[in-house]
């Protein structure tokens, strides 16, 4: 189970929220052997008066917050982050300077879907990958 939230400015995000999430999608898919069926991305929109960022940014900075049941190994979840910096800026041309991308773990039994806790489900894809 994931679920992704980008931050980022409404004027920026506009235009680019489909392709943004369908590069993200696919980042997960492949990086961690994700079900093409199961994409749950909320995006964000800030005016420019609320989203305070570092300075050397521009107005395309975005923030990838991605909150999964734990149990992936390093390896895989540096994989996943080193392939949304790829794809985002070759496909949005979007600066890996304005990418930040944090992933946000808890174990299964704090999730609640499908009327159960995340522990009691049993999932068609694997989480220790």
């Known amino acids: 189970m994931s679920q992704i939230k980008i931050y980022g400015l409404r004027t920026n995000l506009k235009d680019i929220k489909s392709k943004l999430s369908d590069v993200i999608h696919k980042c997960v898919v492949e990086s961690l052997s994700y079900p093409k069926d199961k994409r749950a991305h ?6 420019k008066e609320d989203f305070y960022y570092p300075e050397g940014r521009t107005d395309a900075y975005i923030i990838i917050e991605i909150m999964m049941i734990s149990g992936r190994k390093v390896d895989t979840k540096k994989n996943l982050i080193k392939m949304l910096f790829k794809e985002i800026h070759e496909q949005l041309y979007i600066s890996t300077t304005d990418i930040e991308i944090s992933i946000i773990e ?7 879907f499908r009327g159960m806790t995340g522990d009691e489900v049993s999932l068609n894809y694997k989480i220790e990958i």
């Open 106 to 112: 808890s174990c299964a039994s704090n999730w609640g």
């Open 42 to 47: 909320r995006f964000i929109n800030l005016e």
